[in-house]
């Protein structure tokens, strides 16, 4: 199974965005570089919106996702609800 | 940032049907075909254009919300560095050199870039294509204007950052760059697309953004870090549009396959042939290093790529051959280009220098297998010969290749002490490529190669002296005259770092900075 990966600059509006992602897909990892997390995952990687929200406390567009965004790897399906990285085979 | 989400009328999904959908018509006074001139004569086949979805669904109205907070975000952190002297908080002066070829080589290109997208989604008869190429299309002009303002800062106070528009069109390792985006440009907008699109944004672009910036944040130079990361945010939608592209090309026609193959084939090694530069600039130019070469090739080109290859294969796409070399070439390619650039050192406008032992030690760590084998030896000598007053600087100009337009410094496959070079001929005269990817790709369209404005032949041939020179006045220096003619400083610009006004005024600054003398 191939890897997925999205990387984020380091700052305060990821840290919660990065928390939330590690705790929705268990399989994921971060590895820190200097001012940017990457975070590697086999097959598939879901960003939510809802368990964003529950951590900042507040409504969350998930496009807001791409003002810290670095780089992204895999098919991307983005709805209202999820942001949904994969690799079909 | 704290923004105001409101709640929404319409989903996304349902948003961006509404928004990239029905928007153009069928004329009437002229046939489609004549509006839409380039859409067809490359051979790509489309049946329906509607099939083209943008997986982002980013539509025009969020796009101006989340550009404009990404250059809030940019501009904020630009004053600061001004205000600041942000220039004096980098690790080294050497450090400089690196930002300078990002100047002259990079920026430039993503001017071209925001041509070339617009001219894609002027061509394209499908709507959702023409969306998502208007909005890189306004990416790349951002990019280029956000790193022209953010290395303007270093202009006020270092040499070599005066006049990169103009050494674009001229200067010998710059045309290595702009070579491969005229090449992209001057094709169809579907070989743009794979070219641009595909190979650059989606196969190539970490490799330049991702470890450079995290290396200019290593080395304190907020400025590259900032714009770097502000335009990659960018290039996640761009790489969504490179590979969307491809999908929707092989899912329309049966017949694109192998235009679209030939296609990769080709720009992925033009594509990594540039990236030399970039190979270069990480293991030698950076004081503080992130990660080598080496070690970035395998996480975003063999182990990403290959995720990506593995992908495309249910559609009958194959591995690029020029891939098999390239695992060995990633133990070599930065050593062979630092090597060269060190040599013609006296005709860049950036300072070249040989590592010391500690950054020796990096590399061999790094680079067990040809560090020491190949490349230690000649560096140590150099750098000695130095030390002695003997500053090695070739004079004579070296062979390029009619496709990459890279000097032949890469070696042949098997042999690391052996040049590689190819021949090729078309109508009677004889042409040559620097390696069998760029010779295949010569031998596919010469008749487009043999324009190639060559740097070192344009030379020879006298059009790169200043206007009224006379080559056969007594005393005539050919070197000076051309260096004139790229409007370079001569003595302040190129040579080695050691000695350079660079070095001196930055101690010197630095040192103000933080005594009270």
């Given amino acids: 199974m191939s890897k997925v990966f999205i990387a984020f600059q380091t700052n305060e509006d990821t840290r919660p965005i990065i928390e939330a992602v590690l705790a929705d897909n268990p399989h994921a990892v971060a590895n820190e570089s200097p001012a940017m997390v990457k975070i590697d995952a086999e097959g598939q990687l879901v960003i939510k919106r809802a368990s964003i929200e529950e951590l900042i406390g507040r409504d969350f567009d998930l496009q807001e996702l791409q003002i810290n965004l670095i780089t992204i790897s895999g098919h991307l399906d983005e709805d209202d609800d999820e942001f949904k990285l994969s690799w079909l085979n | 940032m704290d923004m105001n989400v409101k709640k929404k009328k319409l989903g996304l999904k349902e948003k961006y049907a509404h928004m990239t959908r029905g928007l153009d018509w069928e004329t009437s006074y002229q046939p489609m075909e004549k509006v839409f001139p380039q859409a067809t004569f490359e051979g790509i086949k489309i049946h329906d254009w509607d099939k083209w979805e943008d997986p982002f669904r980013l539509t025009m109205d969020a796009y101006w919300k989340y550009q404009a907070e990404k250059e809030r975000k940019l501009y904020a952190v630009l004053d600061a560095f001004a205000q600041n002297n942000g220039h004096l908080g980098i690790t080294d002066a050497r450090y400089l050199n690196a930002v300078k070829l990002f100047l002259t080589g990079i920026s430039p290109l993503e001017y071209v870039a925001h041509r070339g997208f617009a001219a894609a989604g002027r061509n394209f008869p499908g709507v959702g294509p023409r969306v998502a190429c208007l909005m890189q299309s306004v990416d790349e002009i951002r990019h280029a204007q956000t790193q022209i303002h953010a290395i303007s800062n ?159 294969a249910k559609y009958g796409i194959k591995v690029p051959d020029c891939l098999t070399q390239c695992s060995e070439d990633k133990e070599h390619i930065s050593h062979q280009a630092w090597a060269t650039f060190y040599q013609y050192g006296g005709a860049a406008a950036f300072h070249t220098w040989m590592p010391n032992d500690e950054e020796m030690d990096w590399l061999s760590a790094k680079y067990p297998n040809t560090f020491d084998k190949y490349y230690r030896a000649r560096f140590t000598y150099w750098r000695d010969e130095a030390e002695k007053g003997n500053r090695f600087y070739t004079n004579t100009l070296p062979m390029l290749c009619q496709v990459c337009q890279i000097p032949m410094l890469f070696t042949e496959p098997g042999d690391p002490t052996k040049i590689c070079y190819r021949e090729s001929e078309y109508e009677g005269e004889k042409y040559h490529t620097c390696s069998d990817g760029c010779k295949h790709i010569f031998d596919d369209e010469p008749e487009k190669y043999v324009q190639s404005w060559l740097p070192v032949h344009q030379i020879y041939q006298g059009n790169c002296f200043p206007e009224g020179t006379d080559p056969t006045a007594e005393g005539f220096d050919p070197l000076a005259a051309v260096l004139d003619w790229y409007h370079f400083n001569n003595g302040k610009d190129n040579l080695d770092f050691e000695g350079s006004r660079d070095q001196a005024n930055f101690a010197a600054w630095r040192g103000m900075a933080t005594k009270n003398t």
């Avoid at chain 2, 001057?186 to 794979?194: D, L």
């Fill in chain 2, 154 to 312: 270093y202009n006020k106070h270092y040499d070599g950052f005066h006049d990169f528009k103009h050494m674009l069109e001229r200067v010998w390792y710059l045309s290595v760059p702009k070579s491969f985006f005229d090449d992209a440009f001057s094709a169809g907008p579907f070989e743009w697309m794979i070219a641009i699109g595909f190979s650059f944004e989606y196969v190539l672009t970490n490799l330049l953004f991702v470890p450079f910036m995290s290396g200019a944040a290593y080395n304190g130079d907020m400025a590259t870090v900032t714009f770097g990361f502000s335009a990659q945010s960018d290039e996640a939608r761009h790489m969504t549009l490179g590979l969307e592209c491809i999908k929707f090309m092989l899912e329309q026609d049966p017949d694109n396959l192998p235009i679209v193959q030939k296609w990769i084939d080709k720009w992925a090694w033009r594509g990594i042939r540039v990236l030399s530069l970039v190979g270069m600039m990480m293991d030698y130019m950076l004081p503080k290093r992130v990660m080598s070469w080496k070690e970035a090739w395998e996480i975003y080109f063999e182990q990403n790529g290959g995720a990506l290859f593995n992908d495309l």
